[in-house]
């Protein structure tokens, strides 16, 4: 079957700045794609330009099989048949939510089933004669999300649209969404920089950094197996240990641990919620904090110091614990799972990616 | 890759036909008919500058160098200049002082006086000048035209510095005081620097007030540029000295625009984010008095007097006997001239405005800047430009409604396209792309969201050109239909023929017919 969306070795930008360089993309009909990356990775760019609003300097897009941008074609936005879910909804303010979502259909169509079906469809049955303003900023969003949905379109591509929202509000109405587009069946490329939005809600990740596309694929495989330290350490927290590997095992602070990947010196990649606290760890450490989530908690640790020449100051781990350990208590650390290897110079663990990263309260600070 | 959620086809049976693959220009250009329609729009605009230009020149380069370095072309000049100096000093001023004591300082009844302090700008010159001079025959010359232009045009100080004060960090003037300043080393150190942008902006649109002024000069028979123009023009059948003395007008004109527009883009308010303090007024203790007084004078000379003689003269003329079919065939006819005036106004401005809000670039700056040339040019150039225009290239309409609307378009183009260009900046240009992508082309986009979105703040445009049509003096002089008087008209001529009982009740309706759009306008921009 013909995929909904390809992107091929696409390159754009703006006089003198490239902002894409040549980015590759497949989106199967019927998948939710999350396009994840940081500010001014260029994700924007590459959703303007799958929409027809931003201009290719090379490569080709085209939708359901139809080329529509690249090599002397560039069809209009209003011939592409991509649906678009703005930041804010932009929903037309002088409309009313009938007339916002039936502006699409052709004229005989307006007000017609069409139009009750998709406020049916993303749960306001019953709210056609109100006005945009007169709508919570979720409800706006879904509004946004039925207009684009209502002509039928072979993409649908949501540009942050949960971002504006308070954090509370996001949670359900990104559920809502999801919801919507999936007894849509509808094709849809979600962009965000929030990698928890990603993960949670797409079939299919594709991680976009400096413009270049460095990984696509499940959710659980970049969380997991991420191409590299950098794609590792941004879709969620890690810990980055020096390591030498040896089949399949890698000798660390922390002992030894099952691992994929190269072979001989490195770093490895582990997850906090990997490394349990209990009396019978491989070392030695005192917890210097505990930030209490609600459902777990994360514990800063400074590793006995045997381990800490070599790991570092600072380890975070992540405990579901009933009973999380209070700062200065002693604990042993032990490593559940596997690891991933990654090829490198041990010495020249970049800080930002060192297992010493300090207590953050915001999870996204990364990529602001 | 793992595993994919089964494919599912999207929603709805019916699949439209393939888009034709057509090519097309990059987006961020704006569509050519836009851009044609705004060059056109410039070129209307400048125009008639431009004829004025051959017009002086008509008469060979040593007519007009004659003219030019004539010794009538310097006393004019100097008449103006003076004028124009002496009352911009004062309305700096009287408007720095006032807004200072109605914004910072504890006096009492404030908020009334900071209205009664802007309303002086609705009053045009020529009536509160008609008022003025019907009440103190005598005043006329330098005295009676800087009393009349200073009186209504201080607001125009006024109100930015009101603003760039009540906008500004009260905290500013707290931290100076908490760094061991006094409070006057306070005021001139910290309050008059950070208000002078604001002041020197206002400051320049008096100047340029001043300087196009043709009502108030006349009527205080004070021989100033643009009255000389217009007795040049009457006077002679060699109307090419009227056009050199224009074109002087012009640059005159021109340069004050220039560093107008120079000091507006220094008008910053405020720096930095943050939530702006408003600061504990200032105590004025037993400067309270003083202070009312200054106040309260400013708003008895400039608004008590003329409300005043208004009530007085429209009695005097009443008992006389009001000409009312005559006052009611000058209303229908300021309507009309202002009506179609605003309507052709608006027109010319959409395209531009919208080129100007949607896509910038230096060909958008050209016709911006040419579209503008209004705003420099004082209403008797205006008028001399559209009467040679008028007799040369199109003797059809000479001295019939079209011209005259022409000549209220050239004039006010600038207060049109600043209101497009607000409107339409404020749609968001997201709504428009969602309208692309959900398949309308580029006019239906604008036809169907964009206009309906911009629509308010086109329509406040069009009631601020009508109101500013209906009070135009030397362009509806010049150019209205033999027979057609409208308010101005009849006013003027009453005025000038010493009656000015029988002037009055048009003074009256003018202001009355000014009210109502200016009333609308305050709502509108209040929301």
């Known amino acids: ?368 | 890759m793992s595993t994919l959620q089964t494919p599912t086809p999207a929603i709805g049976t019916t699949v439209p036909p393939r888009p034709p693959a057509r090519r097309r220009r990059r987006p961020g250009r704006a569509p050519r008919a836009l851009t044609v329609a705004a060059t056109a729009s410039g070129l209307f605009a400048v125009a008639p500058l431009v004829y004025l230009a051959v017009r002086a020149l008509g008469g060979g380069l040593a007519t007009f160098l004659s003219v030019l370095t004539g010794p009538r072309t310097a006393e004019l000049a100097a008449r103006s200049i003076g004028l124009t100096a002496a009352v911009t000093a004062a309305c700096l001023v009287l408007g720095t002082v006032g807004a200072w004591l109605v914004t910072t300082t504890d006096l009492p009844g404030r908020r009334v006086w900071g209205v009664l302090l802007v309303l002086p700008l609705a009053l045009p010159s020529y009536v509160a000048g008609f008022i003025w001079i019907a009440q103190w025959p005598e005043l006329t010359g330098f005295a009676g035209a800087f009393g009349v232009l200073t009186a209504v045009s201080f607001p125009y100080v006024f109100l930015p510095v009101a603003a760039a004060l009540r906008a500004g960090d009260g905290g500013l003037e707290e931290m100076a005081r908490s760094l061991g300043h006094g409070p006057a080393r306070v005021l001139f150190g910290v309050t008059l620097r950070r208000v002078w942008p604001a002041a020197s902006a206002g400051g320049l649109l008096v100047a340029l007030y001043v300087l196009s002024d043709f009502g108030a000069v006349s009527l205080m028979r004070y021989d100033a540029f643009t009255l000389g123009i217009y007795t040049s023009y009457r006077a002679t059948f060699d109307r090419t000295p009227a056009a050199v003395l224009g074109c002087v007008l012009v640059v005159l004109a021109a340069v004050i625009t220039w560093a107008e527009s120079r000091a507006r883009g220094r008008a910053v308010v405020r720096v930095g984010r943050g939530a702006a303090r408003v600061g504990v007024p200032v105590h004025l203790h037993r400067a309270r008095l003083p202070a009312l007084a200054f106040v309260g004078v400013t708003v008895a000379v400039s608004l008590g007097v003329p409300a005043y003689g208004l009530v007085r003269w429209t009695l005097a003329g009443s008992s006389a006997g009001i000409d009312w079919p005559e006052l009611g065939a000058a209303t229908a006819a300021t309507l009309q001239a202002a009506l179609l005036g605003a309507l052709l106004t608006i027109v010319v401005a959409l395209p531009v405005g919208m080129l100007a809000a949607r896509y910038g670039g230096r060909w958008t700056g050209a016709i911006e800047t040419a579209a503008y040339a209004g705003h420099a040019l004082p209403g008797v150039t205006i008028g001399l430009a559209l009467v040679f225009v008028g007799i040369r290239v199109m003797p059809a309409i000479y001295q019939e409604i079209p011209l005259l609307v022409i000549g209220y378009a050239v004039a006010f183009l600038p207060l049109a396209i600043g209101a497009v260009r607000t409107a339409v900046a404020a749609a968001p240009p997201r709504v428009e792309e969602v309208a692309r992508s959900l398949g309308h082309g580029p006019v239906a986009t604008f036809a169907r969201v964009t206009l309906p979105l911009a629509a308010p703040g086109v329509a406040a445009g069009a009631a601020l050109v009508f109101l500013t049509c209906a009070k135009e003096l030397p362009i509806t002089l010049m150019l209205h239909p033999t027979g057609t008087n409208t308010l101005a008209v009849q006013m003027w001529s009453h005025t000038g023929a010493g009656a000015f009982a029988a002037a009055a009740p048009y003074a009256v309706a003018l202001v009355l017919l000014a009210a109502v759009p200016t009333l609308w306008l305050d709502r509108v921009l209040r929301r």
């Open chain 1, 1 to 368: 079957m013909t995929p909904a969306l390809v992107v091929h070795r696409v390159r754009a930008g703006y006089p003198g700045a490239a902002v894409l360089h040549d980015v590759d993309l497949v989106v199967p009909t019927g998948v939710l794609v999350a396009v994840l990356g940081s500010s001014g990775c260029g994700k924007t760019t590459l959703l303007r330009a799958i929409a027809g609003f931003h201009p290719l300097d090379a490569g080709s897009i085209s939708v359901n099989g139809v080329p529509v941008a690249g090599d002397a074609v560039d069809v209009p936005p209003e011939h592409r048949r991509v649906g678009l879910v703005p930041q804010e909804g932009a929903l037309f303010g002088h409309l009313d939510v009938a007339a916002n979502v039936g502006f699409g259909l052709r004229r005989g169509e307006r007000r017609g089933p069409r139009v009750a079906e998709m406020l049916d469809l993303v749960g306001l049955a019953g709210y056609g004669r109100r006005m945009p303003a007169e709508l919570s900023g979720g409800q706006q969003q879904r509004v946004a999300l039925a207009r684009a949905l209502a002509p039928a379109p072979a993409l649908v591509l949501l540009d942050e649209p949960f971002t504006a929202l308070d954090t509370g509000l996001r949670a359900e109405v990104r559920e809502q969404v999801l919801t919507a587009l999936r007894t849509a069946g509808a094709t849809a490329v979600l962009v965000t920089h929030d990698q928890q939005e990603a993960l949670g809600a797409a079939d299919l990740v594709a991680v976009l950094r400096h413009g270049r596309m460095v990984q696509v694929g499940a959710p659980r495989e970049i969380y997991r197996e991420p191409a590299d330290l950098g794609i590792g350490t941004f879709v969620g927290d890690a810990v980055v240990l020096p390591a030498t590997a040896r089949d399949g095992w890698a000798e660390t602070a922390l002992g030894p641990i099952a691992v994929d990947g190269p072979e001989g010196y490195g770093l490895i990649l582990l997850r906090p919620e990997q490394l349990r606290l209990g009396a019978d760890g491989f070392v030695g450490a005192t917890v210097l904090e505990s930030v209490f989530h609600g459902h777990d908690a994360t514990v800063f640790l400074r590793l006995d110091d045997a381990a800490r020449k070599a790991a570092g100051d600072v380890v975070r781990c992540r405990t579901t614990e009933p009973g999380s350990p209070a700062a200065g208590e002693r604990v042993r650390v032990a490593v559940e799972g596997r690891g991933r290897m990654y090829a490198g110079d041990p010495a020249v663990v970049p800080t930002a990616l060192s297992p010493t990263a300090q207590p953050r309260t915001d999870r996204h600070g990364v990529d602001e």
